[in-house]
């Protein structure tokens, strides 16, 4: 992923990473101004006269917008430094935040070769030492640049979009570059691959397969004779990435891949894993990076008996147990003669003879600027005392279309959709109300409560009266409860629980029916479902099953169940990425949610389940929102659909999504950008009195100041 795109990852990610995150932060900012999100439209009657959009102009790493400044720097150490070194052995190359840069093998003033708002890192020398190879985000995304050894000339070899690329290296002929190629499933900081590119262009050849999709694998390296790759990969149990791991066990290895006969082996196992295969020009000995306790350190590899030993123990702490898409240690080098090595620890530049397990520092020295923009700040106001309700839950309009029905603050409410005062449904404080469901004549309203100690049941409620009526026979955790097209029959979920909430009460899950009328024991229609529902007869449930077969490889199926026909099963439609499925009230259309987006399509009557999707072929679909969707729901006419974003409602007319629907006009509107406001304003809870916590030691931000009793 772009160092320049990504912010506020919730996972441990390696210093280039957050160095390259900062140096583009206000860029983000204003990249995220220039282009908002807008604010999705509803039931507007204007719908589909928004204004054209503004055009864009392409984005350019290296020309962003915003006011511009010039940071000094006058630096003599850095952080998390890739380091190499000429084939002649006599000049360095490293990258410090974002720049690259070569020095005098003995030290001094390092002499910058790039300087731009891209960043720039991990560069290796070619075999001959006339170019460079490096990663660079200025095209967009990271990708593999060459470059004369000067800086002069640079050249994307790659451009990649998404599978974006790192650690690069040479082959020995300097005709071909391997890298890691950056794979991703449902987790952002995902598995590697390595593939070859040839200098002179092409999309590259694959040389191996991800271990999975969340399982590191990188800091690939050639042989001296071309012949091996060696790469580092996460070898623990299982499929998905996992913090905490034991470093003292084993947590990577170093395999080599025989590149003319395709064999891998393990070469490098044990307790402190290894990472960073480095072999020396010679082909006798590969360096690499194991854990020694906490201390992460260089040990060498003969390649002839297989005896390993501690070179240096004076390395940086490698990131075996956290996320490292850019490397697990940052890459080094030998030098000529195969008897000494460059890298960098402690955030200094080191010569290392590995043999005598010692290491002189190479100083270096950077007098250099950074071009930053200003970050663009809002007046925010802290802990105000009355804030706008925008998280507005489970919206349902009326059948008369003049009142809608939410949940916000954890309790029902109804209001005008033209807005006004918005008045709650109920009178309870003792437990939260969810998953509001109106009858097809919007006179009752079923819905479950919530507390933690009595757990939940299911309820209707009597719009007229405000009679209650409870459903369930017990405590559990209920979930999506709706009417049957006539209101005698109420269908929910009985869910497990976990994680949050108490485990108990959660025998013989499943989707169940019950008379709303209350009085009657609940009967298990299925095993499993979600989002159970009816169409146009009460004897006929849907209910949505999802699943994976990997983590990139979903499903989702609406099944409906004949109970007429002793609960007979029959798959309906079946989908990659819909979340939610929505059977019109009169069975003839079907709504569906795809990546947050809203669509309906006919729903024609087959012998086989349909595939539905946003980009179908079989039948006719139209995507009714602009921006996202949430709480779609269906007219009890089956004329439109509602659906609502944050504090907005919208409406979608099918004769406004379909040509061939009676009464549409002969141009169709677009869907509109914006809804009808609805929510409320709330007056904030604050505390009232003063509490004061004495007798505490107090560790002061005044030097070594500590209060014994404060």
């Known amino acids: 992923m772009p160092q320049s795109r990504v912010l506020g990852v919730s996972s441990v990610v390696s210093p ?104 720039e890192m991990q560069a290796r020398f070619s075999p001959d030492g006339k170019r460079m190879v490096y990663v660079s985000d200025a095209g967009g995304g990271d990708n593999l640049w060459i470059a004369n050894a000067d800086g002069s000339q640079a050249k994307a070899l790659t451009t990649e979009d ?189 010569r290392v003879d590995p043999f005598k397990h010692t290491g002189i520092e190479i100083p270096f020295h950077i007098q250099d600027t950074r071009d930053v923009r200003k970050a663009v700040r809002f007046e925010t106001a802290v802990a105000p005392d009355q804030f706008q309700v925008q998280q507005l839950r489970w919206m349902q309009v009326l059948p008369q279309g003049n009142r809608v029905v939410y949940s916000a603050l954890g309790y029902l409410f109804a209001q005008n959709v033209s807005g006004g005062v918005a008045k709650r449904l109920t009178t309870r404080n003792d437990a939260f109300e ?29 719009l007229t009266t405000g009679k209650e009526t409870v459903l369930t026979d017990g405590p559990g955790k209920y979930l999506q409860p709706r009417f049957s097209p006539d209101g005698k029959t109420v ?10 909430t108490a485990p108990w009460n959660a025998m013989e899950t499943g989707v169940y029916t019950v008379a709303a009328a209350g009085g009657s024991a609940p009967v298990r229609i299925a095993k499993d479902g979600d989002a159970p529902q009816f169409g146009n007869r009460n004897d006929v449930v849907f209910v949505t099953r999802q699943g994976e077969k990997e983590e990139v490889d979903l499903f989702s199926k609406l099944v409906k169940i004949d109970l007429a026909d002793q609960g007979r099963e029959t798959e309906i439609a079946k989908s990659e990425f819909v979340s939610e499925f929505l059977v019109s009230p009169d069975g003839k259309w079907l709504a569906f949610t795809e990546r947050f987006h809203s669509y309906v399509t006919p729903l024609v009557q087959s012998s086989k389940p349909i595939s539905v999707g946003s980009k179908m072929t079989a039948l006719p679909v139209k995507q009714l929102d602009v921006n996202a969707a949430e709480w779609l729901h269906w007219a009890a006419d089956s004329s439109k659909l509602y659906y609502g974003l944050g504090h907005q409602l919208f409406s979608a007319e099918l004769k406004h999504a379909f040509d061939f629907v009676p009464g549409a006009p002969q141009e169709l509107p677009k869907p509109a950008e914006t809804g009808l406001p609805i929510g409320f304003v709330q007056t904030a809870d604050k505390p009232s009195g003063t509490i004061a916590i004495t007798g505490a030691r107090v560790v002061t931000m005044r030097g070594d100041e500590v209060i014994a009793n404060g």
């Open 162 to 350: 998404y599978q974006l690329l790192n650690n690069p290296a040479w082959s020995p002929q300097g005709d071909t570059v391997i890298a890691r190629k950056h794979l991703v499933g449902t987790r952002s900081l995902g598995s590697g691959e390595i593939w070859a590119f040839h200098t002179g262009g092409g999309k590259g050849v694959q040389l191996n397969e991800k271990p999975n999709w969340q399982k590191d694998l990188g800091e690939p390296a050639y042989s001296p004779d071309g012949r091996y790759v060696y790469y580092s990969r996460d070898t623990t149990p299982g499929k998905s990435f996992t913090y905490n791991k034991d470093s003292n066990k084993q947590i990577f290895e170093i395999f080599r891949l025989d590149t003319q006969t395709g064999d891998v082996e393990a070469l490098v196992s044990g307790p402190g894993g290894a990472v960073r295969p480095t072999p020396s020009p010679d082909g006798k000995y590969l360096a690499f990076v194991r854990r020694v306790r906490n201390q992460s350190t260089l040990f060498l590899k003969d390649l002839k008996t297989g005896r390993e030993f501690a070179a240096w123990a004076h390395l940086e702490r490698d990131l075996q147990e956290a996320w490292s898409v850019h490397g697990v240690y940052p890459s080094m080098a030998w030098l000529p003669g195969s008897r000494e090595m460059v890298l960098w620890a402690q955030g200094k530049i080191w």
């Open 434 to 462: 969810f998953y509001p469901s109106l009858s097809r004549d919007g006179k009752a309203l079923v819905f479950v409560t919530w507390n933690d100690k009595d757990q939940g049941s299911v309820r209707t409620l009597d």
């Open 491 to 500: 269908v929910y979920v009985k869910a497990t629980g976990g994680y949050l």
């Open 16 to 119: 280039t990473f957050i160095a390259a995150t900062m140096k583009h932060l206000s860029l983000c900012v204003l990249l995220a101004l220039a282009s908002p999100l807008s604010a999705s439209p509803a039931i507007s009657a204007d719908a589909g006269t928004t204004a054209p959009p503004t055009a864009v102009p392409p984005w350019n790493v290296n020309a962003p917008p915003g006011e511009r400044s010039t940071v000094q720097l006058d630096v003599r150490s850095g952080t998390w430094m890739s380091v190499d070194v000429s084939p002649d052995g006599k000049t360095l190359l490293f990258d410090l935040l974002g720049d690259l840069y070569t020095l005098p093998i003995g030290g001094g003033e390092a002499k910058p070769l790039t300087h731009s708002m891209a960043w």
